[in-house]
Structure formats: structure tokens, C-alpha cells
């Protein structure tokens, strides 16, 4: 059974509307409506909350729903930005080994990264969706 049905049929057998489900989960009713006709799949976190919320097992919900393990297994893969920094801690350590190899002086080797930090930074400052990050600042959040 895909979750769309199931998320259905859980949610009137425990006599909930869309709406109701929907702050319980703290998102929005069309969101539910969506997973409902099957146009989206809801995130891990919102799947969890719904076993939760129900009382059922992440694997009688999402049991059968080809679509959503494929995309749950691809979610938990190492993204993008876990290799980057994965790649600039091996680049530190291999870095770190060679100027106590060399004899570089601290002073000297902190006069030569003062560039790349800095244009590392700027980069970084360019990568952050800054639209979404507002979004995500809520009140909740920022207590």
C-alpha cells in the first residue's frame, strides 16, 4: 500500500481532517492533501511524526511505497556538502602533517591561509539559500 493511501486510512480511522492533521504536524493542509493524491512524498521527519502520531511502525506505513523508500535511501546518502567538508578536513590534516614535516613556523603558515579563508567565506556566504533561510528563521527557532 503507498503511503498516500495509508496516510489516508490512518488518518479517518483515528477521525481526523486534513486541517487537523496538518497542525498536528505543524504544516500546512495543502501539504497533507498533496501526500494524500500522491503529487508529493512527505520528508523522513514529517514520516516519523506521522508514525508517531498514529501509533504505527515507519514500516507498516511506508511498507509497499516503492517510491518513497527510493527516496528516503537517497536523502540518507552523504550529500554534497558533508563530502565538501569531509575533502577540507582531509586537506587540513594532510596540510597539518606536512608543515610539522617541513618545519613551517605557525606565523608563516597563518600568513598563507589568511587568502584562501577568506575567499572560502566569501563562497560559502554565495551557497546559502538565503530565501529559504529566512523562511526557516521562525519564532520557534530562534528560541
Request: hydrophobic residues 45%; contains cysteine; glycine residues 4%.
Amino acid at each position: 500500500m503507498k503511503i498516500a493511501e495509508q496516510l489516508q486510512m490512518q488518518r479517518q480511522i483515528h477521525g481526523l481532517s486534513q486541517t487537523d492533521l496538518a497542525e498536528k504536524l505543524h504544516i500546512s493542509r495543502q501539504s497533507i492533501s498533496k501526500w494524500e493524491n500522491g503529487t508529493t512524498l512527505p520528508s523522513f521527519s514529517n514520516v516519523v511524526a506521522i508514525s508517531d502520531l498514529f501509533g504505527i511502525s515507519l514500516d507498516d506505513l511506508i511498507k509497499g511505497d516503492v517510491q518513497l523508500m527510493e527516496r528516503l535511501e537517497k536523502d540518507n546518502s552523504v550529500n554534497k556538502v558533508s563530502r565538501i567538508l569531509l575533502f577540507g578536513i582531509a586537506i587540513a590534516i594532510v596540510g597539518y602533517t606536512c608543515y610539522q614535516l617541513v618545519g613551517i613556523s605557525a606565523n608563516t603558515l597563518e600568513s598563507w591561509l589568511v587568502i584562501p579563508v577568506l575567499v572560502s567565506f566569501f563562497f560559502m556566504l554565495r551557497s546559502v539559500k538565503w530565501r529559504e533561510f529566512n523562511q526557516a528563521l521562525t519564532k520557534p527557532t530562534i528560541i
